[in-house]
């Protein structure tokens, strides 16, 4: 499986599925969430209504109506607070249900955000350790490539030396 970083919006890329940073409502909010959906349109949103809501470390399969996207995961990541509060574990549980989603439907491709590292204030470092760790753990399932997608310049940067750093 080939793990890359590059710095991207995520709603433009032709990929089987992108992770969306959802909430547990899944009904749509800021930053990477509000992004998706706008760029989807309305289906989106109807077809998370009938999810009736995710829990936090867990994950739902949406379709990706007009993303280039064929699929949405919308993932739940943790709030961050303090990391004695489960945070680790939950994220690594969003990027395991990720990964187990994808293979599943037998997805080939798949790009994240930074999960949890925005409104939830999970540090980029450690949040890009757990996401690079978890999604290598899962090659194997048919996945061939996953790409880690980061809005910001300092968030590419700390993807880039950890990727380098374990390769
Ligand atoms: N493409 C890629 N990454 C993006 C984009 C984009 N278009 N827009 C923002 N990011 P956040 P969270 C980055 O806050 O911390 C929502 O309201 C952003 O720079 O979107 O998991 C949900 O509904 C950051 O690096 O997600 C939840 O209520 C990363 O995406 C809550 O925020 C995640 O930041 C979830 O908070």
Redesign the pocket.
């Known amino acids: 499986m080939l793990l890359k970083a590059i710095r991207?919006?995520?709603?433009t890329l032709a990929v089987d599925a992108i992770v969306n940073?959802?909430?547990t409502s899944l009904l749509?909010?800021?930053?990477?969430?509000?992004?998706?959906h706008r760029a989807a349109g309305p289906g989106l949103l109807q077809e998370c209504r009938e999810w009736g809501g995710c829990p936090t470390g867990e994950a739902r399969m949406t379709k990706g109506y007009r993303l280039p996207a064929r699929f949405v995961i919308h993932a739940v990541?943790p709030v961050w607070r303090g990391g004695t509060h489960g945070e680790p574990e939950l994220l690594a549980s969003c990027y395991r249900r990720c990964m187990e989603l994808a293979t599943e439907h037998k997805l080939r491709s798949i790009a994240f955000?930074?999960?949890?590292?925005?409104?939830?204030?999970?540090p980029i470092e450690a949040a890009a350790e757990i996401a690079i760790g978890t999604v290598r753990a899962a090659a194997g399932g048919g996945v061939q490539e996953a790409t880690f997608?980061?809005?910001?310049a300092g968030?590419l940067a700390a993807y880039l030396r950890l990727l380098n750093k374990i390769a």
Do not use: E, L, M, Q
């Open positions: 991207a919006d995520i709603t940073a959802a909430n749509g909010g800021g930053g990477v969430d509000g992004a998706i990541g955000p930074c999960i949890s590292t925005g409104v939830y204030g999970y997608c980061c809005f910001s968030d």
